[in-house]
T-cell receptor
Framework: GAVVSQHPSRVICKSGTSVKIECRSL??????MFWYRQFPKQSLMLMAT?????????EQGVEKDKFLINHASLTLSTLTVTSAHPEDSSFYIC?????????FGDGTRLSIL | QKEVEQDPGPLSVPEGAIVSLNCTYS??????FMWYRQYSRKGPELLMY????GNKEDGRFTAQVDKSSKYISLFIRDSQPSDSATYLC???????????FGKGTRLSVIA
């Protein structure tokens, strides 16, 4: 149980493109989902907390207009990287809260050329 | 002092060895403690979840929590090459608040 699906797993696109990443909890409902960014050989860096039906809470230093988060249902949150640039290239991972535990998707590797 | 401290390793052990991974923390409000395993290019996978001091065992894995010392451990018995991964400790308070993660320890089990 507790499966989180993240799509797409890999994106390669040109600079200036906007990219949408989906995070779905498949077998449970999640009022809260989290978005992380991870650089090679580094730990997870929390970007924002996504709450169903309300605005996301962003961590300090994360641009709200750059990383748009929508949590329209109890099973889906989306992260849109707007006008992506090479410095946005990274591994983005979502997680969905179930009780006190968090269950993670398999991540999206974003490469901006 | 960071909220959660974890030695990043890398840690290299022979197959069959007992592995001990540890984290210390400073926030006494933490009530829930987890260990995640992350393979390269994958998301973290929940291995163990505890909320009280003491030991919890699941197969070859044992999670240990000592709240008085603010110290948690993960033991892996009879380690296998397939256990080679990064292990992250995580802890949290209550409700749907973000977990605080350690930096992760890279483990290599050599056949």
């Amino acid at each position: 149980g507790a499966v989180v699906s993240q799509h797409p797993s890999r994106v390669i696109c040109k600079s200036g493109t906007s990219v949408k990443i989906e995070c779905r909890s498949l077998d449970f409902q999640a009022t809260t989902m989290f978005w992380y960014r991870q650089f090679p050989k580094q730990s997870l860096m929390l970007m924002a907390t996504s709450n169903e039906g309300s605005k996301a809470t962003y961590e300090q230093g994360v641009e709200k207009d750059k990383f748009l988060i929508n949590h329209a249902s109890l099973t889906l949150s989306t992260l849109t990287v707007t006008s992506a640039h090479p410095e946005d290239s990274s591994f983005y991972i979502c997680s969905a809260g179930q009780g006190q535990a968090q269950h993670f998707g398999d991540g999206t590797r974003l490469s901006i050329l | 002092q960071k909220e959660v401290e974890q030695d990043p390793g890398p840690l290299s052990v022979p197959e069959g060895a007992i592995v001990s991974l540890n984290c210390t923390y400073s926030n006494s409000a933490f009530q829930y403690f987890m260990w995640y395993r992350q393979y390269s290019r994958k998301g973290p996978e929940l291995l163990m979840y505890t909320y009280s001091s003491g030991n919890k065992e699941d197969g070859r894995f044992t999670a240990q929590v000592d709240k008085s010392s603010k110290y948690i451990s993960l033991f892996i018995r009879d380690s296998q090459p397939s256990d080679s991964a990064t292990y992250l400790c995580a802890m949290g308070g209550s409700g749907n608040t973000p977990l605080v993660f350690g930096k992760g320890t890279r483990l290599s089990v050599i056949a």
